[in-house]
């Protein structure tokens, strides 16, 4: 089988984007598993399926690179947005994108013909401990003192449709996240496994993360988990409501503005190369 597809990244991080409004994946799963390593495959941090809709312009499913499906991803979702504009599937710059966390709204800007950036409505900032999931007890997880590993971290737990635990640190950059990464994300306090950022806070409006990803591992870069890291900031005090908020990462820099109605979150997005691969086997 010869499959068509388009590699595109937000902030570094890169997926496979696979136009299935006419064709239809009967295992996209397995099919992530087998083109996203870097050596043996085309290299990705997951595979994107983007699918005809009922309910909006088009349906987005997400695969991490062990197969397991996420419920949303910041930086997908703008690639998607540009990749449904540059291609004229969908000619308009207010876009609505099915996701299985609920219906998302995107507003491109362009420059010279094609989409350059993307503002994202992730929607509000889910705090409830039972939602998110996390099973430690309260209205809200915020500064809570946990042990995970045999070290205790101050954790607060946000859901952006996906679950996520943020920690405040110094000197980020000399964690092994490695190591303590795959402590959190396989940890018992988190039912559904957890997307984990070490937030560092340069300035009132300026914060440092790195994040790792429940099945993909360290990512350049994660939107729901910058989202995530703005919300905790501002519950813990370092930053501002109706603020924007810049969230450095790995990959690049984004944008997000937490209000009492929703999260938005901006930042680029951009096509590497299309390309067709043969498959032989699933």
Known sequence: ???????????????IFINCFDLELTSPASLS???SPRHTGVGSDGLVVMQRSEIADAKMRIFNLDGSEAEMCGNAIRCVGKYLYDNGIVRRLHLRIETLSGIKE?????????????????GCAELRPEKIPVTLSG??????????????????????????????????????????????????????????????VLQRNHLKIRV?????????????GACAAAVAAVLNGYCDKNTDIKVQLPGGELIINYTDE???????????????????EL
């Open 139 to 200: 209205e809200s997880v915020i500064a809570r003192p946990v042990t995970i590993g045999g070290v205790q971290y101050k954790v607060t737990c946000v859901s952006m449709g996906n679950p996520h635990a943020v920690i405040f640190a110094r000197d980020i950059d000399k964690f092994a996240l490695s190591e303590i990464g795959p402590l959190f994300e396989n940890d018992a306090l988190f039912p559904d496994k957890v997307n984990t950022e070490f937030v560092e």
């Open 1 to 15: 089988m010869e499959l068509k597809f388009t590699k595109m990244h937000g902030c570094g991080n890169d997926y």
């Open 262 to 280: 929703t999260v938005f979150m901006t930042g680029e997005c951009k096509k590497v190369f299309d390309g067709t691969v043969t498959i032989r």
């Open 33 to 35: 598993i087998q083109l």
């Open 212 to 224: 790792w990803e429940r099945g993909s591992g360290e990512t350049q870069a994660c939107g729901t």
């Open 106 to 122: 995107l507003f491109l800007a362009t420059k010279n013909g094609v989409v350059a950036s993307v503002k994202v409505d992730m």
